[in-house]
């Protein structure tokens, strides 16, 4: 009861129940939730503590940054249901109807930040990812790591110059690259091109809403994209959608790091990523537990996860 009765206090409160209405539709740091409610970022940080007291919502710190998602599945899942329940009876919640749009302005300015980054450094993008591990012991990895099986139908999410496809595309029966920005589209067209492999496909598109149909790849490749991303699980999950049965996702990013200046200087959103955490991410997208790489040198450390969707046969025999 007593656990019950936690909840319940968390709850009682408009603005909590507001935050728990954000975070159903996007992971969102303090400083957001703060632009969104509109209220000072420390009264927004005593209203997480409380949530995430009572197991409501999880804290992650990077460098500066505090990131929120909601808490466990197996609590916040019946809260859920019961707030979808009441909601039906009282319709038109105007609180809800501004923050949704306060929440779309959050979206766009991520965007535009992001755009504006990439079409500023869009014939530098080579050159930066170059800067942190070598590259070419990167790409010896990831030939490692495919090697094993045919690469049958590509794609290459966050293309940017088109490097993966021109580093796999050849063993690969079709290549699709997708990109959002249309700088780095015309970069990796001009370069594949010189590259002898015309027949790639190059689309832009939104990483969280790949213009691609379900089990239309067998390797997925996600080079050096995943430390922009907000919502790094909701990008996971929608790579992996792609993946026909026995499909392989590949992850290539850092590890877990401090260099809080990457923020700033690079426009990085994530500082790295843990093991723990990205099979976490891996099993919710329906795949199996990632092989992992791990790359030391230079400032930061690379590593390169592995993960297949087992075929459907396959996880029926484990379900019954």
Same mark, same amino acid.
């Given at each position: 009861?007593?656990?019950? /009765?936690?909840?319940?206090?968390?709850?009682?409160?408009?603005?909590?129940?507001? &935050? &728990?209405?954000?975070?159903?539709?996007?992971?969102?740091?303090?400083?957001? *939730?703060?632009?969104?409610?509109?209220? =000072?970022?420390?009264?927004? =940080? #005593?209203?997480?503590?409380?949530?995430?007291?009572?197991?409501?919502?999880? $804290?992650?710190?990077?460098?500066?940054?505090?990131?929120?998602?909601?808490?466990?599945?197996? #609590?916040?899942?019946? *809260? *859920?249901?019961?707030?979808?329940?009441?909601?039906?009876?009282?319709?038109?919640?105007?609180?809800?109807? +501004?923050? &949704?749009?306060? /929440?779309?302005?959050?979206?766009?300015?991520?965007?535009?930040?992001? !755009?504006?980054?990439?079409?500023?450094? +869009?014939?530098?993008?080579?050159?930066?990812?170059?800067?942190?591990?070598?590259? =070419?012991?990167?790409?010896?990895? &990831?030939?490692?790591?495919?090697?094993?099986?045919?690469?049958? $139908?590509?794609?290459?999410?966050?293309?940017?110059?088109? $490097?993966?496809? @021109?580093?796999?595309? $050849?063993?690969?029966?079709?290549?699709?690259?997708?990109? #959002? =920005?249309?700088?780095?589209?015309?970069?990796?067209?001009?370069?594949?091109?010189?590259?002898? *492999?015309?027949?790639?496909?190059? #689309?832009?598109?939104?990483?969280? +809403?790949? %213009? /691609?149909?379900?089990?239309?790849?067998?390797?997925?490749?996600?080079?050096?994209?995943?430390?922009?991303?907000?919502?790094?699980?909701?990008?996971?999950?929608?790579?992996?959608?792609?993946?026909?049965?026995?499909?392989?996702?590949?992850?290539?990013?850092?590890?877990?790091? !401090?260099?809080?200046?990457?923020?700033?200087?690079?426009?990085?959103?994530?500082?790295?990523?843990?093991? @723990?955490?990205?099979?976490?991410?891996?099993?919710?997208a329906g795949l199996e537990q990632p092989a992992v790489e791990r790359?030391?040198?230079?400032?930061?450390?690379?590593?390169?996860?592995?993960?297949?969707?087992? %075929?459907?046969a396959r996880e029926e025999g484990l379900a019954a």
């Amino acid at each position: 009861m007593r656990r019950m /009765l936690d909840i319940f206090r968390a709850l009682a409160d408009p603005t909590r129940l507001r &935050i &728990i209405a954000l975070l159903r539709a996007m992971e969102l740091s303090v400083g957001e *939730l703060a632009q969104v409610l509109g209220q =000072s970022q420390p009264r927004v =940080s #005593r209203h997480v503590k409380i949530l995430a007291d009572a197991g409501l919502a999880d $804290r992650r710190k990077e460098g500066s940054w505090v990131f929120l998602t909601l808490g466990d599945e197996r #609590r916040i899942g019946p *809260l *859920l249901a019961a707030v979808d329940a009441w909601a039906e009876q009282e319709p038109g919640d105007h609180w809800a109807v +501004a923050d &949704i749009a306060r /929440l779309a302005a959050v979206r766009a300015d991520r965007a535009a930040a992001a !755009e504006d980054y990439f079409a500023g450094h +869009a014939d530098e993008w080579d050159a930066i990812r170059s800067l942190h591990v070598a590259e =070419s012991a990167v790409e010896a990895a &990831i030939l490692r790591q495919l090697g094993a099986a045919p690469v049958g $139908r590509l794609v290459d999410i966050g293309t940017g110059t088109g $490097r993966m496809i @021109e580093l796999v595309g $050849r063993e690969a029966a079709s290549m699709l690259g997708v990109d #959002r =920005s249309p700088e780095m589209l015309r970069l990796a067209r001009a370069k594949l091109a010189e590259a002898g *492999l015309e027949r790639a496909e190059l #689309r832009q598109g939104d990483m969280y +809403a790949l %213009p /691609l149909a379900s089990g239309s790849a067998d390797t997925v490749i996600v080079h050096q994209v995943l430390h922009y991303a907000h919502q790094p699980a909701a990008a996971i999950a929608e790579a992996a959608r792609l993946l026909a049965d026995d499909g392989r996702l590949l992850i290539v990013d850092f590890d877990r790091h !401090e260099k809080e200046e990457l923020r700033t200087r690079d426009a990085h959103v994530r500082l790295g990523f843990d093991d @723990e955490q990205m099979a976490g991410w891996f099993a919710a997208a329906g795949l199996e537990q990632p092989a992992v790489e791990r790359l030391d040198g230079g400032e930061l450390t690379v590593k390169l996860w592995l993960g297949r969707r087992a %075929p459907a046969a396959r996880e029926e025999g484990l379900a019954a």
